[in-house]
């Protein structure tokens, strides 16, 4: 590759990060470190859910520099998604359109801000999948992995395609890998918390431990609500799931996996084993209470 052609390729590089640069802001989070946002519509920006906290005074610097106080809308843990809405109008503020299909290979974006100073590293998609269910229990629409070496000021901040357009928000998974919460998720998580404030979490009211006792795993009861949905169904302390709708159950993240947002109110039939008894117990999942 001639020096022209890398100068251009730099640049063109350059170009899409400084394009993106207007929508995005930061803020300081309560782990005394620095996020990113971006400006979803409408005045809202999204971020990363693990960067924020309930009752916290968020404050935003934009990419001006001007700081605006910022109102948590709601956070949805399940797909790792915050919604943000400033305290002073954003009239003006660029709103990222949505990309298009992506694969292995293709080059990736990510862009960030710091204290009002526009952030860029770029790499490329690493690892495009199917649809997967969080630990937490929420629905991600497509697996989207980046070949990308980034930080923590990055978190919550847009992930853009060659052309700019908008892949999704980049996360940070199990030691700290780069992925993509994609934009299709992000669309349905910011409705839903526009509407209600939170997305609905599947409740069981009881606590949990795994168990592996000869050829039985599962997950312990060790306690149980008063008033939750699994007292009321009639499971007791010392009870092991092994069951879910008849698929087996090795322990307790797989049983809060299927705890989703999609759960919450559905009837499902546990498979429980009991002093070597085995019996099936009918349970109306219950919506995990605000903290």
């Not at 990060?17 to 470190?33: E, N, V, Y």
């Not at 960030?112 to 629409?141: C, H, K, Q, Y």
């Not at 497509?142 to 892949?167: C, H, M, S």
């Amino acid at each position: 590759m001639s020096d022209f052609n890398l100068s251009a390729f730099s640049d063109a590089i350059a170009d899409v990060a400084a394009a993106a640069a207007p929508a995005l802001a930061s803020f300081a989070t309560h782990h005394h470190r620095t996020a990113s946002a971006f400006h979803w519509r409408d005045g809202y920006f999204v971020t990363a859910e693990e960067a924020v906290e309930a009752g916290e005074e968020i404050e935003l610097t934009l990419a001006s520099g001007e700081t605006v106080k910022a109102e948590l809308v709601g956070r949805d843990p399940s797909t790792g998604v915050a919604l943000l809405k400033p305290a002073s109008a954003s009239a003006g503020l660029p709103q990222l359109a949505q990309s298009g299909a992506v694969r292995p290979g293709n080059l990736a974006i990510a862009v960030g801000n710091s204290d009002g100073a526009a952030l860029a590293v770029f790499g490329t998609v690493g690892e495009v999948g199917p649809a997967w269910r969080s630990m937490r229990g929420g629905t991600i629409d497509r697996r989207i992995n980046l070949a990308i070496n980034t930080g923590g000021r990055f978190e919550g901040g847009p992930v853009l395609d060659a052309k700019g357009g908008l892949i999704g928000m980049l996360l940070f998974g199990p030691r700290r890998r780069a992925l993509v919460m994609p934009y299709e998720t992000i669309e349905r998580a910011v409705a839903t918390l526009r509407e209600k404030g939170h997305v609905a979490r599947g409740y069981l009211g009881a606590g949990l431990h795994p168990i592996h006792n000869g050829d039985t795993k599962g997950a312990m009861v060790m306690s149980l609500d008063d008033n939750g949905p699994a007292k009321a169904a009639g499971l007791h302390v010392g009870d092991i799931v092994v069951a879910w709708n008849g698929e087996a159950v090795h322990g307790p993240r797989e049983l809060i996996r299927k705890l989703g947002p999609d759960s919450a109110g559905t009837t499902v039939m546990l498979g429980v084993s009991s002093g070597g008894a085995q019996r099936d117990v009918s349970i109306t999942i219950g919506e995990k209470p605000l903290s």
